[in-house]
C-alpha cells in the first residue's frame, strides 16, 4: 500500500467532511474501485450510503434509481461497456434530499454523458 507517500496531509488530520456540501464530476472511477469506497465508505447494507458525516453516492439514495446508470462507454476486448465513471456525491444532510439521478444519453459534449441530479434543496421537513 503506497497511502502513505500519496497522503497529501503530511501526516496532519484530514478536515471533516461537510455534511452541506455536493461534490460532482468526472472522477473515472467506477464504483467497485478503491478510489470510490475512499470517498463513500464501505458498508455490508447500502453501498455507497455509508454514513451521515461522510459523503454518500446520490446513485445510491436517489428516490428513482435508473437501471443500467452509466455515463461512458467504451469498448474493451471487442465489447462494448457501460462504465460509471462520473459521479455525485453529497454530504449526509443532503442524502434524504436526492429525488433521481440520470446520465443525458442523447446529447455528447465530451466522451462522457451529462450527468443530471435533482436534489430537493427547498422543501421544508424533508428528512437530512
Given amino acids: 500500500d503506497d497511502e ?3 497522503n497529501w ?3 496532519e488530520a484530514e478536515p471533516e467532511n461537510p455534511l452541506a456540501a455536493i461534490w460532482m464530476g468526472d472522477f473515472n472511477m467506477e464504483p467497485d474501485s478503491a478510489e470510490y469506497r475512499r470517498i463513500v465508505g464501505s458498508t455490508p447494507y447500502h453501498r455507497g ?4 458525516s461522510g459523503f454518500v453516492d446520490a ?3 436517489a428516490g428513482e434509481p435508473v437501471p443500467d446508470f452509466h455515463t461512458h462507454v467504451k469498448t474493451i476486448d471487442g465489447r ?4 460509471r465513471l462520473d459521479h455525485c456525491f453529497v454530504g ?6 436526492v429525488r433521481s ?3 443525458d444519453i442523447g446529447e455528447v459534449a465530451s466522451d462522457h454523458f451529462p450527468l443530471r441530479v435533482d436534489i430537493d434543496l ?3 421537513g424533508v428528512a437530512t
Avoid: D, W
Fill in 92 to 97: 449526509g444532510m443532503f442524502a434524504g434530499r
Fill in 122 to 124: 427547498e422543501t421544508p
Fill in 4 to 6: 502513505p507517500t500519496r
Fill in 49 to 52: 450510503a455509508a454514513y451521515l
Fill in 101 to 103: 439521478i440520470s446520465a
Fill in 9 to 11: 496531509t503530511s501526516g
Fill in 59 to 61: 446513485a445510491a439514495v
Fill in 80 to 83: 462494448l461497456a457501460n462504465r
